[in-house]
């Protein structure tokens, strides 16, 4: 991959980020004050890209062996880290925190043996990560999300497509922890409370994802299920268009909806995309930019809405022409930004969360 040189924008923001570990309530503080922009969300393809590459170039200028540099990788204490090989990788990307790319590089593949003794020391000593991380050799945070996400009530766990039941159980639980206390349910969800209400039958991010893509939209709609439309095509593609990203894994799906149109999930949205785009003949061989080309022509005019659909929310109000959109940073930045990042240890996920899903 011939990988493009990253726009890191305000030269000491791109410095801060690259060498200054700030948790979300620092990021925000620095949105607030500084006019700092970050991205975050999952790592595009080139991002991954640029990251393999800065990792193999640090351990080859510095002579290390594959193992020397899953020691620097893998350190079992925070405080053992090597901030120059971290501050090194992260500068080779644009707008990332240096917190966000050592989480993310650390979320390596778990193997069975592992989960087996992370298991076993839950068993004895609780969730008392410190010690826990001792025993199973990986960081106390590490251990507590793969415990959280992937082991915790496996026995009780069930899988595979969601009865009626389980579905007016939890519109009724979000409904009553969100709506009925004047709380918004695309943010304030607290996934784990809601797991543990459902019996822990669904995992936090099975019964997240079961609700941005499936059930909120209805309750949204005044409990009328939407379909997509061509009108929602339409505003997909100039949406897409408008986000001027080098290719379609850099694209933050959680920033297209708006309060216009606002009932289609994170995940339905990169799913509709996609499909959108592998109905173009020899679209594995084009560049983000000529697929867009042909989508905008085959999207070129809004279509009427339908006569036979009323909706709660309309949709075409707030498309932007693509010629007169403002070209701006493909990754988001804010408050609401900042508050999203906040640490692993935080229980309510947003759409693009890192964590593997349970569904």
Known sequence: MSLPGPDHGNADHAHILANKWMNATKLAEMVKTQGLVYKKGKFSAIEEEQLRAAIEAFKVN???TDEQLLDIIFQKS?????NAFWSEITSALALRPIIAVYHHVRRAKWMPEEDAVLKRAVTDLGQQWEKVSEIVGRMSSDCRDRYRNHIANREVRVT???TKEEE???????TEMTIQQGKDFDNDVFWGKVSDRMGNRRGRQQCRIKWTDSLSKTVKNEGQKPRWSAQDAYILVHKVDSMNVR?????????????DWNLWSAHSLQRRWLTMKRGIKGYEDMTHQEIMDILRVKKAHLPPASATRKRKVTSAANVEDPAEAETGDAGPSGTQEAQNSASDGQDRDADGSTDDSDA
Do not use: F, M, N, Q
């Open 160 to 162: 595979g497509v969601w």
């Open 62 to 64: 510095r002579g290390l």
């Open 78 to 82: 925070e405080k053992g880290k090597d």
């Open 168 to 174: 007016e159980e939890l519109t009724s639980i979000v």
């Open 247 to 259: 290719d379609d894994t850099e694209i933050d799906w959680k920033t297209l909806p708006d309060s």
